[in-house]
């Protein structure tokens, strides 16, 4: 079994920072992909940033220059630096691993709630 435990949400003003992590522990054999999505009310759940094996990342549109996904490969663990933030982006944030070498497992962390208001 794997868990990915998250932290940093919280409220921040418009214009300001946050930044989470997300720890993965357990059976951790091979993560082919970590990092973040979101949902906010209303909303799918959709992609924020990740990092895929072998070192590139992935980043929605909506974040791209505001938002930086990092790694800690010796830490199993993955961060998210978001500046510049929005009210758009007041959302449940969900930490996301792949898992697996032939056979792929997806796990989701208990979701961390971030929300940009004044």
């Known amino acids: 079994q794997v868990q990915l435990v998250e932290s940093g949400g919280g409220l921040v003003q418009p214009g300001g920072s946050l930044r989470l992590s997300c720890a993965a522990s357990g059976n951790i054999f091979s993560i082919n992909v970590m990092g973040w999505y979101r949902q906010a009310p209303g909303k799918q759940r959709e992609l924020v940033a990740v990092?895929?094996?072998?070192?590139?990342?992935k980043y929605a549109d909506s974040v791209k220059g505001r938002f930086t996904i990092s790694g800690d490969n010796a830490k199993n663990t993955v961060y998210l630096q978001m500046n510049s933030l929005k009210p758009e982006d007041t959302a449940v944030y969900y930490c996301y691993a792949k898992l697996g070498i032939i056979n792929y497992i997806d796990y989701w962390g208990q979701g961390t709630q971030v929300t940009v208001s004044s």
């Open positions: 990092i895929i094996s072998g070192g590139s990342e």
